[in-house]
């Protein structure tokens, strides 16, 4: 049986870990390198990089780290951030990432998506999604995609664009709600379930675990594939096993090699 | 003993020798691991590894492009006999046919066809993504010492039908039985990928660098 996934995410910034990282028996919490390694001891399903370095000089700094992870972790490494062309894409595939995930590229420009998956194949083009609730108390629920971290607006349906990407071949969504990003109350469970419930391929919930439980929440009333969460575990409140305990009680499938 | 890992503008060859370097350095086997693009290479080669990435079709018009590699893969296995690993659309084209957007032809070496999976169950995700445990349905010294309660990582849409059952060594329950592993003389393939599966992956390719077929 398949098992849903726990995901911790980096966000990485020239080459180093921001946000922080703990771990017991971590030498250099700021390496990403060394965050990876902790984690795939630790039992993560994947691993996910957010590079949010700010100039493309800098981006030579991911690419090595990409690099130092493929080599030291034998585990499937997503990494996303300012992917912007084909060639962003081939280079962080051939650094060593397995899939590379397309956001404010894929809104604006979403023949990107059609490219990309047709070039590298469905399995490697996530399309990162950042919704926000813009309906009204009382109104049908209604979310659209916004960018800039929240700030941009688009227009554009979160539900009709995650058909739409995923209809141009992403393999995966990664959905994050921009109301729950960063505040621990929770997934936005009813943004989650209904893009899950929209399209064929695996979603991944992010935006807003402050407790194991809502992991919980994520995979089985989000209808979510995977969860993915940053600081519940870069600062030592839980581990990858506690989540997975987490879910394993609750009946869902888990891997515990 | 030298291994080649083929270079054929397909996948994630830096991460898969890595694993293969890895898994040699775990068990103390001397390996020599080799990323090619070069068929005399991989006629000289004890071992002999084919990774694919993407849709069937581009990666065998990327196979197809490298002069003589076909000829070069087809000597070193199927006259000489050398261990030969396919790994994900590397074990497709296996195949006899690859059923993927278009229809392609394989290598047909393991006779039978690349469908796609289509799960009964309209809840099941497609790609098939994660982690999946294998069912045995028989020995393979590839999965020696490989408990059935380890998982592998899997990616893909598409699977190897089989035509002749022999040829099915294990499959992974995704609604219904998907094909997970298939071996035939010294050739075998996986689906799923051992340079991403951890303890099971490491062990695997561990194996296939002992393997004396």
Redesign the interface.
Known sequence: ?????VIPCLDVKDGRVVKGVQFVDLIDAGDPVQSAMAY?AAGA?ELCFLDITASHENRGTLMDVV?RT???C???LTVGGGVRTIEDIRNL??????KVSIMTAAVFDRDFVNRAAEK?????IVVAIDAKKVSQDGEADRWEIFTHGGRKPTGIDAIDYARDVTARGA??LLLTSMDRDGTKVGYDLALTRAIADAV???VIASGGVGTLQHMVEGIRDGHA??VLAASIFHFGHHTIREAKTALQTAGLPV?M? | MKTAIIDYGSGNLHSAQKAFERAAQDHTLAADIKVTADPDEVRAADRIVLPGVGAFADCKRGLDAVPGMIEAMTEAVKTRGRPFLGICVGMQLLADRGLEHETSTGLGWIGGDVVEIKPKDPELKIPHMGWNTLNLIRNHALLADIPETLHAYFVHSYHLRVRDAADLVATTDYGDAVTAFVARDTIAGTQFHPEKSQKLGLALIANFLRWRP
């Not at chain 1, 590298?120 to 490697?124: E, P, T």
């Open positions: 049986m398949l098992k849903v996934r795939d399903d690099r493929a080599e030291a034998f585990m499937p595939l051939l650094a060593g990432a397995d590298f194949g469905n399995q490697c393999g995966e064929s391929v695996p594939s995977a891997r090699d």
